[in-house]
Structures are given as C-alpha cells and as structure tokens.
C-alpha cells in the first residue's frame, strides 16, 4: 500500500468512531470469517453467501456494521471537498436526489445539501447499531421482528453515499490513490445487498451501468 493510500486510511480520518464486536461473540466469529474470506481473494460472489448452518440475522448484523464503518471511513476521505458550496443538493447526478426524513425534526423528506444529509444519516445509523433492542450483543438475546426491514432501510441509505461519492467525488478518490479500495468495498456491498435481498432492484439504477462494468 502507498504512503497516500495509509494516510487516506488512517484511523484518525474516520468520519464516525467504529462499532467493534466483542471478543468471544458469535458475531466476533462470524466478521472474523467474513474478514478472512475478503483477505483471500476469493470470488466476493462466494464471500458474502450465508455459511452453512448460520443464522441470517447474524450475517446481516455483521455486515451492516461493517459496511458503516467502511462506507463512514470512505466518505471521511472526501468529506472536505463535499461541502454545501460544492454539493448544495444531496444527489447522484442531475436525475437522483435524495430527501432526509426521519420522523423526529424532519418528518417529511426534506431537500439538504449533501454534508447535512450525510452527517444526519451517519448519526441515525449510529443510533441504531448502537441500540441493544436493534442489534443486541448479549448471548441469547433475540433480534427485533422487523430487524431485516431496519437492516434495509440502513443499506438502502448507505448505497447511497456510494451514489454521490462515485458520482460527484471520484475525481478525489482516484487522486488519492484509493479507486481499486473503494471499488472492491462497493462490489462487496452490492454482491452482499443482492445476494440477501436487501436493496430494492430499482434503488441500484443510478449506478447500474458501473455495476455492469465492474461485474464483467
């Protein structure tokens, strides 16, 4: 890894502190595993399949918190230059805005510029991941009812900086060194989201075409 690439990842840049898994969990195991397979190199088609005999609502809790650390620490490498002079509407381009609503201030979608919407949603994931009734830690303790239908809401949020990083800050990614990085999280997010069923098909069309291509 270059010098540039260490210090676009260094700790100290992540937008939001990250949510760790305790030693000794299941869920420890279980993103230790999922870390294992990506460091391989293996097919991420075949790393983000739900292993044999696991519980899905474990699966997807480790990668929701794992994808809200990396998503969080790849809009922090950019968040400088996204700010509400250059990005005065949180979209993906001249045909995708997305509105901020979340039943507390904002109860109706509500147009922002991109830096207000980015931090209001990291903050309200944050919220969530964080609640021990969402996603509880303790051994035993069952996961809400509607778990997946939160877990939804979350990745359909998140792809979304994907949308306006690669849309309106690539240019930044690439000087930067971090491309091939921030394309394979992106391909581990869509094959993970795809292959749980977790994002609506027609919430991916604004970055369809480079899916295709990445895919190929």
Wanted: charged letters at 25%.
């Amino acid at each position: 890894m270059s010098i540039a690439l260490k210090q676009v990842f260094n700790k100290d840049k992540t937008f939001r502190p990250k949510r760790k898994f305790e030693p000794g969990t299941q869920r420890f195991e279980l993103h230790k595993r999922a870390q294992a397979s990506l460091n391989s190199g293996v097919d991420l088609r075949a790393a983000v399949q739900l292993p044999s005999g696991e519980d899905q609502n474990d699966w997807v809790a480790v990668h929701v918190v794992d994808f809200f650390n990396r998503i969080n620490l790849i809009y922090g490498t950019i968040c400088e230059f996204c700010t509400e002079r250059t990005c005065p509407v949180m979209s993906g381009g001249p045909k995708y805005e997305y509105r901020w609503q979340d039943d507390l201030k904002y109860k109706k979608p509500t147009a922002l510029p991109a830096p207000q919407y980015m931090n209001l949603l990291m903050d309200w994931i944050e919220v969530q991941i964080n609640n021990e009734d969402i996603f509880p830690t303790c051994v035993g303790v069952p996961f809400p009812k509607n778990f997946l239908q939160i877990c939804k809401k979350i990745l359909c949020r998140l792809f979304r900086v994907f949308v306006h990083v690669y849309i309106h800050h690539f240019d930044r990614v690439i000087v930067m060194g971090a491309e091939a990085h921030v394309n394979t999280c992106y391909k581990h997010f869509y094959y993970f989201v795809t292959e749980m069923n977790l994002i609506d098909r027609k919430e991916l069309e604004p970055l369809k075409e480079m899916t295709t291509r990445m895919s190929d």
